[in-house]
């Protein structure tokens, strides 16, 4: 099953661990992690910790593999997903 949306919870200390292992949905920025625009249903770029929009298109299957590996891989444990 496809991954439905992606979000960054409080915390996230910019490691940069998350654009390395999936750079087309994670964007660092100075003070947290944003979910990119251009894969989100709603086109805008944040954490999507309050609007929870989906994933555009399939991006959710294409991507999921790295999207876990992110997951996964944040030392502190602030991204999140849900499947559809
Ligand atoms: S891996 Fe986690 S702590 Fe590191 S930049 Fe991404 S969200 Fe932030």
């Known amino acids: 099953m496809p991954i439905a949306r992606v979000w ?3 915390g996230c200390i910019v490691c940069n661990a998350c654009e390395t292992a999936c750079p087309e ?6 003070d947290t992690c944003h979910i990119r625009a251009a894969v989100r249903a709603d086109g805008k770029e944040d954490t999507n910790r309050d609007a929870r929009a989906p994933l555009a298109d399939d991006y959710g299957a294409t991507l999921e593999e790295q999207i876990i590996e992110a997951a996964e891989g944040c030392p502190v444990e602030v991204i999140k997903y849900e499947r559809a």
Do not use: K, L, Q, S
Request: glycine residues 0%.
């Open 25 to 30: 949905v994670f964007h660092v920025t100075e």
């Open 8 to 10: 960054i919870e409080d």
